[in-house]
């Protein structure tokens, strides 16, 4: 089982043991809002046109409606459990893993840290946090493109052959923010959750500021 599989039958899990209610991260979503979400990304292709661009956010909004109010929550979950249709997209062998990873992994986090007492970080197997810097190579640029400081990612406790810490210039810019952390943490932050990342920020505090006020990308 990949981790992404791993990532969505916990998430399922999770669903149904918080009930519908449950808080999340995702500003004003519970976790039938984030159930809704999951399967329309998957499935409804025209719904899912709302993840992606913003002025189509209303209409995504109203698709998540027609889809809480057409499937029992309980169902709901089992069909994210379950996967995506034969017809989709996610379906073709490969994509899941580079497509379902980290969309997992973070909305997994969101229901974990959501509301009033947040659960701790998991201990994630360092090829998972290994594959997650990896990734973060890939999209660190584009995460915190809206940042209005620069931002240097250094991953806690690696260092490379020079023996210097292993980072990734993520934003160009002055000030620069470093922060500090397990991949698994940094992606939080990169994905916008700059509240529930458990990392350490290094720079001016008027800078550190300005990193927690920019809109990442989520």
């Known amino acids: 089982m990949t981790f992404?599989?791993?990532?969505?039958?916990?998430?399922?899990?999770?669903?149904?043991?918080?009930?519908?209610?449950?808080?999340?991260?995702?500003?004003?979503?519970?976790?039938?809002?984030?159930?809704?979400h999951l399967w329309i990304r998957e499935t409804d292709p025209v719904g899912a046109g709302g993840i992606v661009a913003r002025p189509l956010a209303g209409f995504l909004e109203r698709r998540m409606a027609e889809t809480k109010a057409?499937?029992?929550?309980?169902?709901?979950?089992?069909?994210?459990?379950?996967?995506?249709?034969?017809?989709?997209?996610f379906a073709i062998p490969?994509?899941?893993?580079g497509a379902n990873t980290i969309e997992y992994f973070v909305h997994h986090e969101d229901v974990r840290r959501g509301g009033g007492e947040p659960q701790p970080p998991r201990e994630l197997p360092e090829d998972v946090e290994?594959?997650?810097w990896r990734r973060l190579k890939l999209l660190a640029r584009a995460q915190f493109r809206r940042?209005?400081?620069?931002?240097?990612?250094?991953r806690e406790g690696a260092v490379g052959a020079?023996?210097?810490p292993e980072t990734i210039r993520a934003a160009p810019g002055t000030p620069i923010v470093t922060a500090v952390g397990r991949p698994s943490e940094l992606t939080?932050?990169?994905y916008g959750r700059t509240e529930a990342a458990?990392?350490?920020?290094?720079?001016?505090?008027?800078?550190?500021?300005?990193?927690?006020?920019?809109e990442l990308s989520e």
């Open 70 to 89: 057409r499937w029992p929550y309980e169902e709901l979950v089992d069909k994210v459990r379950n996967g995506p249709a034969r017809f989709s997209v």
């Open 94 to 97: 490969g994509v899941d893993e």
């Open 130 to 132: 290994g594959w997650l």
């Open 198 to 214: 458990r990392v350490r920020l290094v720079g001016e505090p008027e800078a550190v500021e300005q990193l927690l006020g920019s």
């Open 188 to 190: 939080l932050l990169a």
């Open 162 to 164: 020079d023996g210097e």
């Open 147 to 154: 940042s209005k400081v620069g931002v240097v990612l250094e």
């Open 4 to 36: 992404a599989q791993s990532e969505r039958a916990e998430l399922a899990d999770l669903f149904d043991q918080v009930g519908p209610e449950a808080p999340t991260l995702c500003e004003g979503w519970t976790a039938h809002d984030l159930a809704a």
